[in-house]
Nanobody, 115 residues
Framework: QVQLVESGGGLVQAGESLRLSCAAA????????MGWYRQAPGKQRELVAT???????NYADSVEGRFTLSWDNTKTTVYLQMNSLKPEDTAVYYC?????????WGQGTQVTVSS
């Protein structure tokens, strides 16, 4: 069983920044991929940013250049630095880790961006 513990959501104004954290208690590179998804009300969950075991980072077009995925020195925590936030970034953000046929999810953290 994999536990993913998220933190860092909140309410900000458009143009401001937030940083999300996801702690995995094991190396993020032990997973096939790890990263962030989000789900806005009435919409499907979508990929935001992920990193593969080989170190390749993928971003959704909508966040490219504004969001940055990184990790700590212990390689057990991933971060999502979100800059220049827009109202359309409002969603519940979920940490995700993929290993073989399994998807593991964090509890979700709300990000609300007011205009």
């Amino acid at each position: 069983q994999v536990q993913l513990v998220e933190s860092g959501g909140g309410l900000v104004q458009a143009g401001e920044s937030l940083r999300l954290s996801c702690a995995a208690a094991r190396s993020i590179f032990s997973f096939n991929a790890m990263g962030w998804y989000r789900q806005a009300p009435g919409k499907q969950r979508e990929l935001v940013a992920t990193i593969t075991r080989g170190g390749r980072i993928n971003y959704a077009d909508s966040v490219e250049g504004r969001f940055t995925l990184s990790w700590d020195n212990t390689k057990t925590t991933v971060y999502l630095q979100m800059n220049s936030l827009k109202p359309e970034d409002t969603a519940v953000y979920y940490c995700n880790a993929q290993q073989y046929a399994f998807d593991y999810w964090g509890q979700g953290t709300q990000v609300t961006v007011s205009s």
